[in-house]
């Protein structure tokens, strides 16, 4: 069984930087073809795509938030990390990670965590 | 392009056949996947690449592609499909991805 799960803080302050893992089991981010990216969807508005990290260590980024993201990946602890920095309240939002597999979904995202609510506030 | 444009809102009759679209100069390159997203769910891919269904997904959805428009066409549409529909793909760099703003699907 494939799962992805994302953890994390649920609330953080303006200016603070956003940590948060992505934790997935069943399938490895060394297998040709998989990616794993990260999505936003602020309350009652569209999913946005932010980043994503390929097995061949490719990363991508929203051109318009790359000077505020980092991905990375941990393939030893099936985990991918996404950095935000600066935060901002229209950075509220819930956030998806999900897996890719060109093999299976082309380059669509075939298995979602079920997200994670992230307020920012003061 | 750096965009993908979709219809806010659609709605069927139940068992009635819709279709849900996607603009985008990049559609001319790239397929579009496309997710349903229920409230307070995680999306749900429904079709990618050239018209092929994820595992479980029912054959009554289907997707096809004409120029820089990308479709999604549910046939015989049922009550459980009442949900938002987002298109994504590759922009026309290839380097990132774009998602749709997303199509609210009623169903009548």
């Known amino acids: 069984q494939i799962t992805l799960k994302e953890s994390g803080p649920t609330l953080v302050k303006p200016t603070q930087t956003l940590t948060l893992t992505c934790t997935f089991s069943g399938f490895s981010l060394s297998t040709s073809g998989v990616a794993v990216g990260w999505i936003r969807q602020p309350p009652g508005k569209a999913l946005e795509w932010l980043a994503l990290?390929?097995?061949?260590?490719?990363?991508r980024y929203r051109p318009s938030l790359k000077s505020r993201l980092t991905i990375t990946k941990d393939t030893s602890k099936n985990q991918v990390v996404l950095i935000m920095t600066n935060m901002d309240p229209v950075d509220t939002a819930t956030y998806f990670c999900?897996?890719?597999?060109?093999?299976?979904?082309?380059?669509?995202?075939?298995?979602w965590g079920q997200g994670t609510m992230v307020t920012v506030s003061s | 392009s750096s965009e993908l444009t979709q219809d806010p809102a659609v709605s069927v009759a139940l068992g009635q056949t819709v279709r849900i679209t996607c603009q985008g100069d990049s559609l001319r390159t790239y397929y579009a996947s496309w997710y349903q997203q229920k409230p307070g769910q995680a999306p749900v891919l429904v079709i990618y690449?050239?018209?092929r269904r994820p595992s479980g997904i029912p054959d009554r959805f289907s997707g096809s592609s004409s120029g820089s428009t990308s479709s999604l066409t549910i046939t015989g549409a049922q009550a459980e499909d009442e949900a938002d529909y987002y298109c994504?793909?590759?922009?026309?760099?290839?380097?990132?991805?774009?998602f749709g703003g997303g199509t609210r699907l009623t169903v009548l």
């Open positions: 994504d793909s590759r922009d026309t760099s290839a380097n990132h991805l774009l």
């Open positions: 690449g050239k018209n």
């Open positions: 999900a897996r890719s597999n060109y093999d299976t979904s082309g380059d669509g995202f075939d298995i």
């Open positions: 990290t390929y097995w061949t260590d490719d990363e």
